[in-house]
């Protein structure tokens, strides 16, 4: 009698080891694989919260002015090897219509720039020279606008994401503080998004913005100097004799 127990006891244990083998990896089997998550560009700028908008905007008007600057740089620096020695030969010639005619034509801030010094001559030099250099600022200044728009958005886009960062944590605490102790992780995600998005937001459009203007400021550098020396040039043809 006690051997068929223990018999029973055994097949019973045996029974149990094998149903928990099965059962163990029939669990393993059908367990689910973790979904993977992805967050596009567009729902990770939406976490952001309000302040994406105004950093929205500035992005555009700096990529705007930068594009519409570009343009207007690049046909000021173009440039006719010719035109000083022809403005030369017309002045020599003394055909002074004919040079104001090729200064209009040619449309260009160095040509206008010629322009004016040639609609002073007859007066003392140094009259010309000034009308010269009040054109040549003139000229700098046009070519300049807009570019104070892109150093205000190279530091206050920053600032907007800094702010966006401490609104962020401020909802994040208070989010903790409503919870209490039932708080987790997915309680403050929220804030937390709003930090960190805005942050680099704001430093990434600060960032085009610093070197979108420092490119523009030095191709309008370029066209200074280029400015500086046609004044030179046509001083010393209105002060060079006549051959």
């Known amino acids: 009698m006690l051997q068929e127990s223990l018999n029973a006891a055994a097949d019973f244990a045996t029974f149990s080891s094998d149903s928990a083998s099965i059962i163990s990896e029939t669990m393993l089997t059908q367990t689910p694989e973790p979904e993977i998550v992805e967050l596009s560009l567009w729902d990770l700028c939406l976490q952001g919260g309000v302040l994406m908008i105004p950093l929205a905007l500035l992005s555009v008007i700096c990529i705007y002015i930068f594009i519409e600057r570009l343009i207007v740089i690049s046909r000021a620096s173009r440039e006719d090897s010719s035109f000083m020695q022809r403005i030369k030969d017309y002045i020599h010639d003394g055909e002074i219509e004919s040079a104001l005619n090729l200064c209009k034509k040619t449309a260009t801030p160095y040509a206008r720039l010629v322009g004016k010094g040639i609609s002073r001559i007859g007066r003392p030099i140094h009259d010309v ?37 401490v609104i962020g944590m401020v909802k994040a605490f208070f989010d903790i503080a409503s919870q209490g102790s039932s708080a987790d992780i997915s309680t403050f995600s929220a804030g937390i998004y709003t930090a960190l998005v805005t942050t680099v937001a704001g430093l990434v459009v600060g960032i085009i913005a610093m070197f979108a203007y420092n490119y523009l400021a030095a191709r309008i550098d370029s066209v200074t100097n280029k400015l500086e020396e046609r004044t030179t040039e046509f001083m010393d043809i209105l002060n060079e004799p006549a051959v």
């Not at 070519?143 to 994401?161: D, E, H, I, K």
Request: proline share 5%; charged share 5%.
């Open 129 to 165: 020279q000034a009308a010269i250099e009040n054109t040549g600022n003139q000229e700098v200044a046009a070519l300049g606008q807009g570019l104070p728009w892109l150093a205000t958005t190279s530091a206050g886009a920053p600032m907007l994401g800094f702010l966006g960062t």
